[in-house]
């Protein structure tokens, strides 16, 4: 069941309802509403979704205090709440309010990654394919680390591009996350249950753990001692017990495979939707492992399945991994502030917006780059934008070292596709062809910008 509307006011009307009913309400907050600039300090309260531990550090108007201001703030929170069919261990509900800056970028996302987005321009047309594995790479590398693999994405990415066996568990881990997220969108149609649940964490934790029958599997009433703690050892979230999970994961099923009510009285915006599956899942714990990983794939499932195209060329998981305490943060405000997910709303749809903001500005340097190759090479002609894109990075890469399976895994195309776009680059001497054992790779010369603009 999708959250349901409990309450039909806001801001003015909250205010309207404190000085309407003056026994109800202590005078000091008659006066606390009617201050323009205490108004302030909650608007701004509520626009970033302050908790507590943040607001009472913030200066207010002189003349009142931080915990009446905070009742106001609160107050606003609870009368437009949306009841949520998620449960804690207490069988209290979880629930969010979307103030207007939420709904503000919910917009931006609609407007950017949605069905209803402007047209893809030429470049990310023409680039798409090469744009998806580096953003499905920099996922399931930045995924991976926040769960502990320590490798560098450079190296990481060597690996992914070349297909070479992983060395180590940290690539292994990366590997197994970059082959899950690269399927999600052939399972979009495929509906919630458990056992797609218990799937997608068999490939991101495959040959990682040392109990290997954990992986596939829920979590067992033996390792119900599995919990979230702090750098100080402290132990801030508990999960179910593991007898509960098969009622719980129902719910959570259930939720995820309801379809939008188009008649707006339970409807739960797409995105809000899958954040609160990603925050759900992080909440049930219901994997020995892994669980983190299988909540951000399922975040992906549910967006592709309701649309919104570009977020498979959005590494969000980069943006989580600059700010993981923020990230680990908004979970236990969630949990600890009256079961208010509002708190893990406002870290990912942040995330989310930054991360389209840093896809554009990467799709607008790409293009600078290519109509830069497309200038030195005016004269040539006849290369495609597969074999552009190698050159604006092998100007920047001397020495770099390109093999047909590292072209292949970049761009999204064929062996031979990809050995003929580079010996066709190597034939204008623009690449250097090398024999290395058994492999051909083929090398940036450090004077290509010269050899560029030499007539072919």
Known sequence: MK???????????????IIVNPDTYPERFSALVRNPQVRQVVAEANASYHAWDEFRRHPIPEGFKHADVWYWVKLIRSSDRKWLPM????????????????????????????MAAVPESETLRANRERYLVSSLMEEAIASSQLEGASTTRRVAKEMLRTQRAPRNLSERMILNNYRTISRIKELIQEPMSVEFLCEIQRQVTELTLKDASASGRLRLPAEDDIAVVASDGDVVHQPPPASSLPERLKAFCDFANEEPDDTGLTFCHPIVTAIILHFWLGYERPFADGNGRTARAVFLWYVLKRGY????????????????????????????????????????????????????????????????????????????????????????????????????????ISLQTARNDLSALAKRGLLEERREGKKTVWISPPDLATRLKRPT
């Not at 959250?3 to 309802?17: I, K, R, W, Y």
């Not at 001397?398 to 047909?404: K, L």
Request: aromatic share 10%.
């Open 3 to 17: 959250p349901v509307d409990v309450g039909t006011s806001l801001n003015d009307a909250a205010v309207a309802f």
């Open 87 to 114: 449960k804690d261990t207490q069988g209290r509900a979880f629930n969010y309010w979307l103030p207007a800056r939420f709904l503000a970028q919910l917009h931006r996302i609609d407007t950017h990654a949605g």
């Open 309 to 412: 195209w570009l977020m498979e060329l959005l590494p969000i998981s980069t943006i989580i991994r600059k700010s993981p305490a923020q990230y680990g943060r908004a979970f236990i405000l969630a949990e600890q502030d009256e079961n208010d997910v509002s708190y893990f709303l406002a870290y990912n749809l942040r995330a989310i917006n930054l991360a389209l903001d840093s896809f554009m500005a990467y799709v607008r340097k790409k293009q600078q780059e290519l109509e830069k190759v497309r200038a030195l090479t005016a004269d040539s002609g006849g290369m495609n934008q597969r074999q552009q894109s190698v050159i604006a990075h092998a100007l920047k890469n001397p020495g770099f070292a390109y093999t047909v399976r590292s072209h292949m895994t970049s761009q999204g």
